[in-house]
């Protein structure tokens, strides 16, 4: 199955700094790469993903990059401010053998912005 | 997007015992999936819930243990039968949209003793 690789564990910057964090993974039939936020005691919550036929997407502060030779993909925060801690989660999604399409997700990185 | 919500957000549980667990979305999806966090852990999926068939588990989890009812396209249930100290746990549903994109219920926080 699937397997998603997710670096560092922990991140601290300084407020304004940029972070970066970086997932690797195994199956090269995934072709969708979401990332999500969580917050303490909340759900995950979606912010950006990436489609296998896309190399890069930016929202605002947020970019996704992906590299399908070398399958991994990271996400970049730019201008970090105290809102942006939080843990977050990358995952890698394809369609299983029931057509549901399933996520497998790393770790998680525990992003600490400091002011 | 669509709203989801859970019952209970959390219930603490006797040894032995069983919880139900509610997941309700605001529209008709094909899609439902239920998850397991563990405390300062990562997500691992649980089962995929399809409307009118019956759930597809992952590796490790058996319908036994966690029966999932799905009787319409908006509702699906998530059991967790004679619990144990070691089901203690965060679990969400989340529902898949066809844009690939999936959103996740509040979880219910389930402790047992």
């Known amino acids: 199955g699937e397997n998603v690789e997710q670096h560092p564990s922990t991140l601290s910057v300084q407020e304004g700094d940029s972070a970066v964090i970086k997932c690797t993974y195994s199956?090269?039939?995934?072709?969708?790469f979401p990332w999500y936020k969580q917050e303490l005691g909340k759900r995950p919550q979606l912010i950006i993903d990436?489609?296998?036929?896309?190399g890069e997407k930016k929202d605002q502060r947020i970019a996704v990059t992906l590299n399908k030779t070398a399958k991994h993909f990271s996400l970049h925060i730019t201008e970090t401010q105290p809102e942006d801690s939080a843990v977050y989660f990358c995952a890698a999604s394809k369609r299983n053998s029931g057509s549901a399409r399933q996520l497998t997700f790393g770790s998680g990185t525990q992003l600490t912005v400091l002011p | 997007s669509a709203v989801i919500s859970q019952k209970p957000s959390r219930d603490i549980c006797q040894r032995g015992t069983s919880l139900t667990i509610q997941c309700q979305v605001d529209?008709?999806?094909?899609?439902m999936f239920w998850y397991r966090q563990q405390p300062g852990q990562s997500l691992t999926l649980i089962a995929t819930?399809?409307?009118?068939?019956?759930?597809?588990?992952e590796s490790g989890f058996v319908i036994d243990k966690f029966p999932i009812s799905r009787p319409n396209l908006t509702f699906s249930t998530l059991t967790v039968s004679n619990l144990s100290p070691e089901d203690s746990s965060i679990y969400l549903c989340s529902v898949g949209l066809a844009s690939y994109e999936q959103y996740f219920g509040p979880g219910t926080r389930l402790t047992v003793t």
């Open positions: 819930a399809n409307q009118g068939s019956e759930a597809t588990y």
């Open positions: 199956d090269s039939a995934s072709n969708y």
């Open positions: 529209s008709q999806v094909t899609m």
């Open positions: 990436i489609r296998s036929n896309v």
